[in-house]
């Protein structure tokens, strides 16, 4: 009796050996991208760029990311999440440089165009809290990742604000701190994280996932999701 009320308790909590690692590399991914989306605007407009272009330039990261973390979720499920999430860490590096090396508006377009295209850092580690998790201690799990989430957003408006201060206001020394943590997440992802779905799982669903416009559409007709995520929008 005492042991199986042993293995209960070792199945209702978070393994944190497990989890802890992905929580650090989600934290430092965060950092890096929220020193980088509060200066947008200010950025674009050292290269005279209307309030259009402005808003455009803040859309291009998330309508590219809207096409690129699905396809790259489908590939993570038959190839493993350690590749997927470290060739979309790369993206996010290369975005954050050529950022920091931006001398026209239109190389600003093409660094969030980079990052958002490789944007599947957040949906990969997502995935593999899934993969280390059981239906009991899955909601911890997504809760850390949300922690890092509310680290992130408030210490990387931070960081962004010392570097400027620091830089006498350039607008590329950011850039490169956020370059900075994204090679730090790509070395722990490399060295770090370990592989959470084994190569026996891979490619095993019956049924395609479908598109991100047909899912979104799908959780729209559900009273609950669909009204929370018209709220969201707006």
Known sequence: MATSSTKNNSEEKLGIKRSFPIFIIVLIDLLGLTVIIPLMPLYAAKFQADAFAIGLL???????????????RRI????GRKPVLIISQLGTFIGF?????????????????????????????????????????????????GAAFGIGLILGPIIAFVALSLSNNNYSIPAFVAAGFSAISILLSWFWFHETLPADKRGKGTQTPPSTLVAMLQALRRPATGLLLILIFT
């Open 58 to 72: 803040g859309a291009t990261y998330p309508i590219f990311q809207f096409i690129g973390a699905p396809l790259f």
């Open 76 to 79: 993570s499920d038959r190839y």
């Open 97 to 145: 440089l050529v950022l920091g090396f931006a001398n026209t508006l239109w190389v600003l377009f093409l660094a969030r165009l980079i990052d958002g295209i490789s944007g599947a850092n957040l949906s990969t580690a997502q995935a593999a809290i899934s993969d280390s998790t059981t239906a009991k201690t899955r909601t911890q799990g997504l809760g850390l990742i």
